[in-house]
Every structure is written in C-alpha cells, then in structure tokens.
C-alpha cells in the first residue's frame, strides 16, 4: 500500500502500552448494534452522555504514515496504532464502557495488521454497539474548499471498506464535524442524502455561538438544500465545548488535569471536590440546551494513546456521580445514542437555511486565509478528481481490472478531503506527503486510462491484430511542457469525462513551426494556430523542456469518449504578431489601456463592461498573543487596511488567428496573464501567473484578481456550496444575527469553490467567474468580484500549524498559474444563457485527458491496425438531456457497476431546465447491457427502500415548508428502466450489467 513504511521507533510509553491487548477471548455477539444498544435515560434527571473518543488528523503537523506509527515524536506526540490498541483492550476489559471512531483511513490502516483473534474482538464490539463507527468518511473533510464531487466519492469509499469488513452495524448515520473551520450547507444535504439522522460539528462563528447559547439554539434542523426540501434536513447539534471535555476533565496523558483519587486514606483524596465541579460544569452547559440531555466530548487531538487513563477515571467520574449527585444521571454514550434521546424528547426546533461561512474565533481572527492557502496544491486536488473519475468510468466501460490500484487511487483522494490536506493548513513536509501521495495514484491513474482506451480500440471485429503502440501521460501541461509533443510526428488520443460531447480548445506544447492536424476517425484537416509561449512561461522555476510555441485547434470529442488526431510537422514557421491594440471575436471586445489595465466590453450587451486588475494586500503581522494582534496565516487572513496596486512595470503582446486571440501582459516582474478569445467560444479565458511572490522587503503579499463591472450588484453576491447550490451573500452581512466586523475584507471572504457570480436586476445582466481550483473571493464594491490567487506570508497565525506559509519550490518562491473564466451577459433568455454556463463549469471540473503516441515519420503505417471507427468512440448509446450528468460511473463489485445521475439544475433556475426529467437508462450505455437496477442511498451502502431517517418537529412559527418526497425507490430487472430526476437531485445505483458485443 502506498502508505506502508518500516514501523519506527517510538516513546517508551507508547510501547508499553502497545501489545497489551495481545491475548483475546473468543465470543459470539448477537447484534444489538446502533439505537437498539442504547442505554435508557432517566426523564426526571439531566442525562450526562459521556462521549469517549479522539480526534486523529489524517496529517497535519506529521504526515499520515508518521501519525499512523506514531513517529516524530519531537513535532507531536502522537500514534495512531496504539491509540487503537490501547482502546480495544480499555474496551474489553469493562462491557459497560464505549468509544466512537471516525477516520476511516486510519482505522482501515490498523485493521490490515491485526490477528484474527483481534479482529473477532473489533467485530463483536461494533456488533455490540459499543465501538460506533461515526462519519465514515475516509477522513474528516473539510467543508469550505472541497467539491461535492470527490466528498460523494470519500464517503462511498469509506462506507464500502466498513460495509464489507464489519456489516450493517457498521453503517453510519451520524455526521461528526467537530474540527473544520465553518461548515457548508452542501455538507449537511449530503449527509441527510447518505442517511444520516444527525450531525456534530465544533466550530462556529463566536458571535453566533453566543447568541445561539443565549437563544438556547446550539440544537436545530438545518434545512440543507432549497431544491430537496424536507430530504434534505438534518438536525444538528453544535457542541459546547468544540470537542474537547470540560475545562478541568481532561484525562489523558497528553493532558494535565488532576485525575479523581479515590483513596480515602490518600492525601490527594479529591473524589467529592472533582464530583462537585463536575455537576457545577455540567449543569452550566445544561442551561443553553433544550432537553435533559447534553453531551460531553471526552477526548481531544490523539488522545488514548493509553487509553485505560481516561477510561479509569471516566468509570469513577460515574460511579460516584451516581452515588454523591440524584440530580444527575452520568453514563457512556455515544453521538447516537444522545441524538435518540434527544429525539424523544418529542420538541419543536428553530431552523437554518444558510451555512455557517465565514467562521471567526474571535473579532481579529477570520478562518478565511485557507480558502485560498497553498493554491497549488488545491489545483492538483482538482486534478486527482479528473484523473480518478476518468479512471473509473474507463474501467466500467471497458472491463480493464485494476481494482487494487483504483482502490489506492479512491483512498489517496480521500486522504486529499481531510480538512488539513487541500485546505493548505499542514506543514510544508506534509504538504509535500500528500503531493507524493496524489501524484503516484494519478501515475496510476493514467496507466488505467492508457490500457483502457488501447483496449477500447481493439475491441472491434475487423482488427486484424492487437495494436502496441504506448500511450504517455503529460503531467505539465498547465506550464505548456510535454516531452513527447516535442517529436514532429505524434497522435493525441483525448478522453471527455463528460456525458455531452464537447468541442474544447486543445493547447499542445511544440517547437516552433508549421503543422498539420488530421481528425483520424474521418481523416477531416483540423483548423489550427501556433502561439508563443510567453516568456514568463518558458522560466518557471522547474520547467525543463525547450517548447516554445502551443499548437491551438478545437477538438470535438463525444461523451464519456475519445477521439483521435494526427499531428505532423511540415516546416518552420513564425507566428505573426498583430500590432493592434484590441482583440476581439463576435462577442468581447479586449483591449488593455494606458495604466496597462485590461478593458472588456460586451459586443451583444451595450451596456455591459469591465476592467482587471491585480492587486495585493499586505498581511498582519503580529505576536498574536492579543486578538487584535492576529498575523494573517496559513488560516486566517487577516489584511492590513488599504489594499495596495500592482505597480505596472510591464508591457503587452497581442496574436491574432482564425482559432484564438491571446493578449499576452507582463504586469510586473512577478506577475503576468493570457487573455484569451476563442472562435465561437463565449467566455473569455484569464490564465493569470503569480509568483515568486516578493518578500524582500519583509512584507507578506495576499494578492488578488479584481473584475470591476458596472453592474449595479445592491452590495450581493452569489458563491457556490461545494461545487454544487448556489448561495446568495450580502456585504457586511449575516441572515441569523446582527454581525458586528472588526476585520471587513476578511469578514466579507466566502469560499469560491467553482463559481461567483453577480446580478443587476433592472439591466437583466449577470457576470459569472469561474475558477478551476477553489479560492477566497468577495464583492467589496457593487460591480466587483475579486478573487486571492495566491498568498504568501512572514508570521505563523498561531492556530497551531507552527509555520509561516511561505511556500518555495526549487529554491524560490512558488510560482503559481491558474486560470479564470468570465461568462456573463443577458439572461433575457434564460434557458440558453444557463445551458453554456453550467456546461462550461463542467467543463471546468472534468477537463478532457490527452494521451500522446509518437508516430514515425511514415505515419499511416502507424494506424494500420485501426480503422476510423475505431479512433472515436463514445460510452453513451444515446444522448442525455441537457439537464442531466452522469456524476458517478464506476465498477463496483459482482459484476456490477456503480451509477449516479444527477440533475445539475436547481429549482426556478430556468423555465424549462428546470422541471423534472425522464430517461430510460436500459440503453444508456455503448459496451454493455443494463440486466437489473436497484437504488441505494447517496453512499451506496443501503438499499434506499430501507432507509428510515429520524423525523423531527420544525417550530410553528417557521415557514411550513412542503413535504418533498423523492422519487420512488427503483428495483428493475430485465424490463424497461426509467429513472426520474428533480431539480438538484442526485440519484444513485448498483447495477448488474453484461458486456455488450461487438
């Protein structure tokens, strides 16, 4: 496995406490797991749940593999393994005790090493319901800067691994959120979508925390989607403690707290002290809470490393609870079993229809600094999604087996959700784990999709013998290098992950010269145009190859296909540079004016237009021992007041052609960017190039992108909840409570997963950018958005990572390129306006993959294995609606696969895009024949007609919203396959298929 290591050397503690549990008895555990194994509480008294459990980061101050063996000792005392020995054993050793684990990762890492007889142990005790399995997920994911798309993926993978090793008791239904920084509304829809009944989170805004304990409102039903209705409301819980005990209760051995003495002939006696301030602190946090119940987070960060510390002192923190205090009745629990209780109590419940971004700590101290932290390792995030989906799609498609290596590649993405992974919120040596990590599975990845496609195109009747030619793999093409375009003569086999067929710009690294473009499946010339690489490019810190030119053309490839072009060198060539000042195509006009800042009008909209600039703030620098001496960070940003212009030392270029028009503008030394308009195309391409970010001057830069518009945007803005709804925002402004900001650039950042957009009501005009990696964006003016694109800071944050995020590659700054997309217009006709842009936001997501095969000069001699019909194929028999994606495709197990179709538009969105949808599925696919379908929940890992969610009681005086009901559960065999789809809603399959053939 990709992350198995020699087992280091560790403490002497934690080896004495390794082993202990060597020597199991055997039992057979009749099944009495999940409500049904709850303990009874006392409805006269306050019922005290404790919760033991621990918080275990998969990496942040340590990597994932030294967490695990427990290694580094020096940077944090913590190791994974012997907090799962040490709490098997605690847990054998007193029936009556409990304990709750959440990171998959880990606990999947652990269960490869154990004996049979240890299995058995973890088995009956999860079948007891006294080892909960809670979240599930492969890791605890952040909520802010992930996309739905790969959080639908670490659930299903996580749940998969405790479906089959452990079985139904196994299964979670509660959402535990204790440690991200804010938490999404998407992320509370996908949990009520996956089953769950509930969800615990730890973090939230001060200011809304003490509201919400004034109004007693910790508890409530948040209402997850405006599209799903009551499908997707989940109760939710914020905790009191945001997970740690009581002030005075920690018992671990990280921890200083007294323990409880009970030696009457000690000294240090201190049991009716300890019992006293227990019932006082208990009852303090009772008085913010609805019910009789409360619930006590008994653990912290790697805590139960030795795990009879805190299980001791639990046992006596209840038996004389029990025996000194009537009023209160103090056992172990668990998150379900609290959320039962709770349930009984048979109350009505506030609500909440928003999220809870941006989260502060305190008035200096906004968490909005890793929305945009380490950008590239966001971007590769992003990439590992592509690489994956294509990866699994081609396997379902084509039947290739490569289950181990896909099983590392889901595991590995995983790992990238946890919320100190593409946050940007690790150490530089984890940053740098995790980048290991994603790049050999995407390594594997692409050898997938090579054998997959090479398979694809032999699986054809007329083919005479099985072609060998290689297919290779570009990994840096976003810095316009590939070893293998270099050749004169070469084929580009492009995959589309995308369920419609696209016509995309390909951009192809090459020598300078003239060439030729053949489409092979019907031996078609294909427009092309050579473009300089500009010079900011071409010295990137790293980049090793000698291309200096790009090869443009548009390629149409079909869905979930590929298709095959032929390009040749025919001779040496210059590109024209055009001295005009302006380019332009049927729908922009771009020119750059005397301050060297772009201008952009609308040709179509007269009354439409905007400008771009770069800009940057300086950030905070303080001791932060004092909140109003808060550093920005790798967490929070935290800009000094006035924002501060780029000065423009540079100049432009301009090339003009029949496929693109590029300006290529050199700002400063350090900051450049490529406008681009594309024949036909109605976006306009920003590829921006930030970096190495100067801090010679001692000065850390937070710098931004800023497109000024003259809509009349009313001081909101709208930005997208993980990839996927869309949420209005208002400047200086929170729908639950009056919000009060110290910091109002930080206080006004959101989380720009793929989208931001603005409207102007009376002009019917909309301005959309979208971003291919998540960033921290805002509308400061009305008009504007802006967008950080890369930060890079002097001073820690103190939040706990030790270190300044002063990332350097190649022994310089790092240099960062990314790309935006500007959209916008009139949406007069809504329909068509909304269908290119959520067309090209997928497009953004899941970009086609290029493979190149080097050709002889003699070129046709190459192809004569395949005729053109085998060099373009698609996966789908027939087209989809446009308002219909398919989300998931990918082989599951027994001769199935999985299946997930989504509706990518929400309610009231258009007119007609909006409105349910009916396809038949039986035919859907080109390579095999659907036999039986049968639905599960979003996770797939329970028959949908078998989930039965918790039902909970919504106060009178809220809006009564309409009972939304799914559709009905879907069960076919052999008959004719119809699935139905809502607004926004996401629907998920096993099923059976047969290769077709062919």
């Known amino acids: 496995m990709w992350f198995d290591v020699l087992v280091p050397l560790v403490s002497f503690l934690l080896l004495f406490t390794y082993g202990e549990a060597a020597s199991i008895p055997r039992r057979t555990v009749t099944k009495t797991c999940g409500y049904e194994a709850c303990p009874a509480v006392d409805s006269k008294k306050l019922n005290v749940h404790l919760v033991a459990h621990t918080h275990d980061d998969v990496g ?52 490869l090493r154990q004996n049979e007889e240890t299995k058995e142990a973890v088995r009956n005790l999860i079948n007891e319901g006294r080892l909960e399995i809670i979240g599930g997920g492969w890791s605890m994911n952040d909520e802010a800067v992930t996309h739905y798309h790969s959080l639908v993926d670490q659930y299903t993978w996580g749940f998969r691994r405790l479906n089959d090793t452990f079985g139904s008791c196994a299964r979670p239904h509660i959402g535990w959120q204790i440690d991200p920084f804010g938490h999404s509304r998407e992320q509370a829809s996908l949990f009520a979508q996956l089953g769950f009944d509930g969800m615990f989170f730890g973090r939230l805004d001060y200011q809304d925390k003490e509201r919400r304990l004034q109004d007693k409102a910790m508890e409530f039903v948040w209402k997850g989607s405006s599209n799903l209705g009551s499908r997707a409301n989940l109760f939710t819980v914020a905790l009191f403690n945001t997970y740690s005990p009581p002030p005075g209760f920690c018992f671990d051995i990280l921890c200083a707290d007294e323990p409880i003495i009970d030696d009457p002939s000690s000294p240090d006696y201190n049991v009716r002290e300890r019992i006293e301030q227990f019932s006082a602190s208990v009852q303090r946090q009772a008085a913010f809470y609805k019910t009789n119940n409360i619930i006590l987070t008994m ?53 909440k229809t928003d999220d809870f971004f941006p989260y502060a700590s305190d008035p200096h101290s906004y968490w909005t600094g890793f929305f945009s932290s380490r950008p590239t390792i966001k971007f590769f995030e992003r990439v590992g999604n592509n690489i994956l989906q294509i990866s699994k799609q081609l396997s379902a498609l084509t039947n290739v ?54 398979k694809w195109k032999a699986r054809k009747y007329e083919v005479l013998e099985q072609p060998t030619q290689e297919m290779y793999s570009c990994m840096q093409l976003n810095i316009s290098s590939c070893p293998y375009t270099e050749d ?17 710009p390909m951009r192809v690294p090459v020598q300078e010269g003239k060439y030729t473009i053949v489409d092979l499946s019907d031996n078609s010339d294909i427009r092309s145009q050579l473009v300089p690489i500009p010079t900011s490019v071409t010295v990137i810190p790293g980049r090793e190859r000698n291309t200096t030119h790009e090869l443009v ?126 024949n036909t195309k109605e976006y306009i391409e920003f590829e921006w190039l930030v970096g190495p970010i100067p801090v010679e001057d001692k000065i850390g830069k937070e710098v931004v992108t800023k497109y000024r518009s003259n809509l009349n945007s009313a001081g909101e803005f709208y930005t997208d909840s993980n990839g996927r709804e869309m949420l209005k925002r208002k400047r200086n402004y929170r729908p639950t409570w009056k919000v009060q900001l110290d910091e109002e650039v930080s206080g006004n950042y959101y989380p720009v997963t793929s989208k931001i957009f603005l409207k102007d009501e009376e002009k019917s005009l909309k301005l959309s950018v979208l971003t291919d990696r998540t960033e921290g964006g805002s509308s400061m003016e009305d008009g504007e958005i802006e967008l950080m694109v890369h930060r890079r800071l002097l001073r820690d944050d103190a939040f706990g990572v030790g270190e300044a995020l002063n990332e350097s590659a190649f022994g310089e700054g790092l240099v960062v390129r990314g790309t935006h997309y500007i959209f916008g217009g009139s949406v007069s006709n809504l329909d068509e306006f909304m269908i290119k842009e959520k067309s090209l936001t997928l497009q953004t997501l899941l970009r086609p993959w290029t493979f190149i095969t080097p050709m002889r000069e003699n070129s046709a001699s190459d192809n004569e294995n395949y005729l053109p019909s085998m060099l373009k194929k698609s996966g789908l028999a027939k087209a989809l609606p446009p308002n219909v ?26 007119e007609n895009l909006s409105k ?11 390579t095999f024949i659907i ?67 062919v």
Not at 916 to 926: A, K, R
């Open 60 to 111: 942040w101050l340590k990597t994932v593999d030294q967490y695990y063996f427990g290694s580094r000792t020096r940077i944090q005392k913590a190791g994974v393994q012997y907090i799962l020995d040490s709490v098997i054993k605690a847990l054998l050793d007193n029936p009556d005790r409990r304990f709750i684990y959440v990171e998959t990762a880990f606990l999947w890492k652990w269960w």
């Open 299 to 351: 653990g912290e960060d790697f805590n139960y490393q030795h795990a009879e510390m805190w299980f001791t002192n639990l046992d006596r923190l209840i038996r004389y609870s029990k025996e000194m205090n009537t009023e209160i009745n103090v056992f172990y629990s668990t998150p379900s079993c609290y959320l039962k209780a709770v349930n009984q109590a048979n109350i009505q419940w506030s609500t």
């Open 401 to 454: 087996k490569y289950d181990e290596e896909l099983e590392y590649f889901r595991e590995a993405m995983g790992v990238m959700q946890h919320h100190d992974a593409v946050t940007g919120t690790e150490k530089q040596l984890v940053a740098d784990d995790y980048a290991r990590i994603l790049y050999e599975n995407i390594q594997q990845g692409t050898k997938i999709i090579s054998e997959a496609i090479r």
């Open 488 to 504: 004169e003569h070469f084929m580009l086999t492009i995959y589309n992950p995308l369920s419609f067929t696209i016509n995309t």
């Open 553 to 678: 053309f548009l390629a149409t490839i079909p869905a979930l296909g590929y298709n095959s072009y032929k390009i040749v060198k025919l001779s040496k060539g210059t590109p024209q540079i055009d001295e005009a000042n302006f380019i332009e195509n049927e729908f922009y006009h771009i020119s750059v004016d005397k301050n060297n800042q772009v201008s952009v009008r609308w040709k179509k909209e007269k009354n439409m237009n905007l400008t771009q600039t770069f800009q940057y703030y300086e950030g905070a620098e303080g001791n932060n021992e004092k909140s109003e001496n808060r550093s920005s960070g790798a967490y929070i940003f935290r800009p000094k007041n006035v924002i501060h212009n780029l000065e423009s030392t540079g100049s432009y270029k301009m090339y003009k052609g029949s496929v693109v028009q590029e300006i290529h503008q050199k700002v400063n030394n350090w900051v450049s960017q490529v406008i681009r308009l594309y």
């Open 885 to 910: 994606h398919i989300l998931t495709l990918e082989p599951w197990k027994d001769d199935t696969v999985l299946l997930r179709l989504e509706h990518i538009f929400e309610v009231g969105e258009t």
């Open 916 to 926: 349910p949808v009916e396809i038949n599925i039986q035919d859907l696919f080109s």
């Open 931 to 997: 036999l039986s379908v049968e639905e599960t929940t979003l996770g797939g890992n329970q028959w949908l007609a078998d989930m039965n969610r918790m039902k909970w009681e919504i106060e009178t005086n809220d809006i009564l919203e309409k009972e939304e009901n799914s559709s009905q559960p879907v069960k076919v065999e052999e008959q004719m396959i119809n699935i139905l789809l809502k607004p926004m809603e996401i629907r998920t399959f096993v099923v059976k298929i047969a290769v077709r053939n």
